[in-house]
């Protein structure tokens, strides 16, 4: 596993809805909690996870509401802080780049992608689907995109402890695990719980997409 300590960006940009997506994640998690200690949080996250199986089944309203709220409930603090982390290293240059009402729709729109891709793979599925880590993945295709040749300082144990990787390198080795990763679960007899591998891929393309139609803000001399 490579682990993104810092990009060659600057840090002091203004990104107001990265920072507002974070806080909120992390007050929906303390919620979570607190459920949790009540005996309840199972339910909970039944009712505002994305699930694919009902599609079709729910009215959807009701379906579109479980992808919105599915991206503000984790499965646990690392499951959080590792979703929360990539968005504070790659949230705030994409922000900065694109602006921030681009970045709300490109947030957002990239977590509906992520569902619909894990509603593709797995239609039938009863598995609640949790988490931020497809909308993230739409801010990395945007990175990718936007800031191919940023340097990304990284964390590699079995490696060089700490390596300058180029920012479409890094992504590249991202998604290539990604696609790995989904295409080992394609090949399981049955879809059980897990990491949703193919939401974060449709995510990432998603963002890429969304990218290339977001015209960026013009950059000063």
Not at 11 to 21: C, D, E, G, I, S
């Amino acid at each position: 596993m490579i682990l993104p300590l810092f990009d060659s960006n600057p840090r002091n940009v203004v990104a107001p809805v990265t920072l507002t997506v974070i806080v909120a994640n992390m007050a929906l998690f303390a919620f979570q909690m607190l459920l949790a200690r009540q005996g309840s949080l199972e339910g909970f996250i039944v009712e505002h996870a994305f699930i694919a199986a009902s599609v079709g089944s729910e009215p959807p309203s009701m379906v579109m509401r479980t992808v919105f709220t599915s991206m503000f409930l984790h499965a646990g603090l690392l499951h959080l802080a590792a979703n929360l982390w990539f968005l504070f290293i790659f949230g705030p240059p994409v922000e900065h780049r694109l602006g921030s009402a681009k970045t709300f729709l490109l947030y957002f729109l990239s977590g509906a992608g992520a569902a619909a891709a894990q509603f593709a793979i797995s239609p039938s599925s009863t598995i609640p689907m949790i988490g931020a880590s497809g909308a993230i993945a739409g801010i990395l295709g945007a990175y990718l995109l936007r800031f191919p040749f940023s340097m990304v300082i990284t964390l590699v144990p079995w490696f060089i402890p700490i390596v300058p990787i180029p920012g479409f390198i890094f992504i590249l080795i991202w998604f290539s695990l990604q696609f790995y990763m989904g295409l080992s679960q394609l090949m399981q007899t049955e879809i059980t719980a897990g990491i949703a591998w193919w939401a974060h891929i449709g995510g990432f393309l998603t963002g890429m997409v969304l990218t290339t139609i977001l015209p960026g803000r013009r950059r000063r001399r």
